[in-house]
Structure formats: C-alpha cells, structure tokens
C-alpha cells in the first residue's frame, strides 16, 4: 500500500531535513519530534519557549531537552549569543539541499570518553545522538538494550540512552543483567537515569555479573523494601528513612531482628527519651541479644520477673532470675 502527503499546494508545505529520518526517527522521543516540526514550520521567525509549549502540549522543561538534542544532532543551530536553555529561541533552519550533518565512523576511540570516567563526575561528556546512532550500526547488544529499555520504559531520551552505553560498555555489566535492573527500578517506581547508575555501580562492585545473581540481588532489594515499609509502619513514619536509618534498618533485617522484638524497643525508646532514635532502638536491641532476649516475650517476662521481685524484695526468684542484674541492664541502655 503507498501513502502520498495530502498537501494541497506546495506552498503549503516546510521542509524537513532528511538527516532527521534517516538517523534519528528511532533515538528522538515524540517530544522532540512535536518541538522540531514547530520550529521548522516557524523558521525565520522568532519564537519563545511558551508558544512553543502551547502550541505543541509539550511542557517547557522538555521544550529545552528536545532543544538540546536538536543542537546536539546539528540539526538546529542557536542564533548567536544565545544558549540553549535561554527563553526566545531563533534557530535558523537551511533548506534541506545545504544540510550537511557529519556522521562519525563508528570506532572505539568515540566512546572512550564516556567509559573511563565515573557517573558522579562532572567532567563526564554525553555521546551526542548522531554518535550514538552511528554506534548503534556496530553494536548490536546495545541496541537490543535499547528495543528491550523502550518497551520498559518508553521513549528513552539521550540521557538515559548515555547511561545505559555507559553501563554496559564501563561497568561492563551483561544486556539481561541491566535489563533486570530496569524492570527492578521501574516497578518502584524510581526507573530514572541517575537512580538506576547508582544500582549499576552497587552491582558493578558486588560482582552481579550474571542473570541469576541480579535475580537474587533484585528478591533481596524487595525483602529489604517490605521489611523497610514494616518498620516505618511500627514506628508510624510518613517518610522513607534516611541514607543513615537504612543503613540501621538493614542490620536489622541482616541480624534477623524480629519485627516484634523491635517494636518493644521502640516502646520503650519513646517511654524514656520521648522521641523516635534509631540509634538508642539499635543500642537496646543490641543489649537485649547480649543478654539473652531474642524475643518480645522474653523482655515481657523478665520484665515481669522483675516487677515480682522487686516487689517482694527478693534479687534473685526460684527459676533463677537476677533482678538486680536486670535493673542494671535496663538502666545503663
């Protein structure tokens, strides 16, 4: 079946660079394709990320990103003086016959910059998307990376195209492993580029190397999520812990704490100090196993044994228990 543009008069038609089809129909989202189209349609006139919003539904923080990625492709150019990022844009498209967009050769030396420098620093440079359209050519994991990514997640823009090269080319970590991180990251909801390298790296430094290791690794990040969320209802938290309370929370799910034995010091945390300390829970807690109490009834009962003999006088019951030694206990925690 063949398609013809309904066009009316060619007076009513703008041109498109053809670099634009042939390179970039699958690496730009629809965002971006919607801001080019208005833009081409608006050449040689002035125009305000505003309008361009309004007239496309695309907000303006995406306006800028497909702005970027045009200017990256070369397909746009910002009138001098004027960045990127700035409110009026004025990019000057040329007729199709005198676009000239230089296409690199795929080679190894194009993506060395992106695989010798760490995620967290600054000076990292991002493959520009005609650099990773030409990769794409001769790296075919990659981009079945991306097809499986697509599906996950949608459109995937350069950012998150940059970082998933840079996990699988210098982390080194396999196509089902990442593939198995995103699906992780997006089912919490948190399948955004900076989260998702921060996994990355974690994985890279356990030697998660293997589908049935992430496997694992992903059952175990959802135990420790429930156990989380147990722990923030018992202790009748609004928010996530911080970085410093999960670190807390993850020996005691490590150690096998029981969820009761918990709850019972934190009651008695907020008996003495009248505030939630994970700290002062953990120092109890600790106590408590050195001593002998691996359970809530086992802190009730010497509790108990407790009240009893220090009613009646006694330090020490028949079944053996130390009072004395228990009020030490209790109160050097």
Known sequence: MEFKANCGIWGTMFGVPYIVADNFLKLASGDHIKVLLYLLRCS???VTNEEISANTGVNSQNVDEAIIFWQQANVLTAESGIQPAANIMTPPIQPVQNVTVPIPQPAVQEIKPVVEIAPQTPKRE???PSEISAMLKDAPDISELFKVAEQLL???NNTMQNSLIWIYTYLGLKTEVIITLIAYCKEIEKANSSYIEKIAVNWAEKDITTLEIAQEEV????????FTVEIM???DMKRRPTTKQQEIVDIWQTEKYNLDLIKCAYERTIERIDKLSFEYINKILI???ENGYSSA???KSAESEYRKNKKSGEKTSSDGFDAEKYNILINDI
């Open 287 to 289: 106590t408590w196993r």
């Open 126 to 128: 991002l493959l520009k």
């Open 219 to 226: 059952e175990r990040l959802y135990e420790s999520r429930t």
């Open 233 to 235: 209802r018992i202790f």
């Open 154 to 156: 949608g459109n995937i």
């Open 297 to 299: 009834d086992d802190v």
């Open 44 to 46: 040689g006139r002035a």
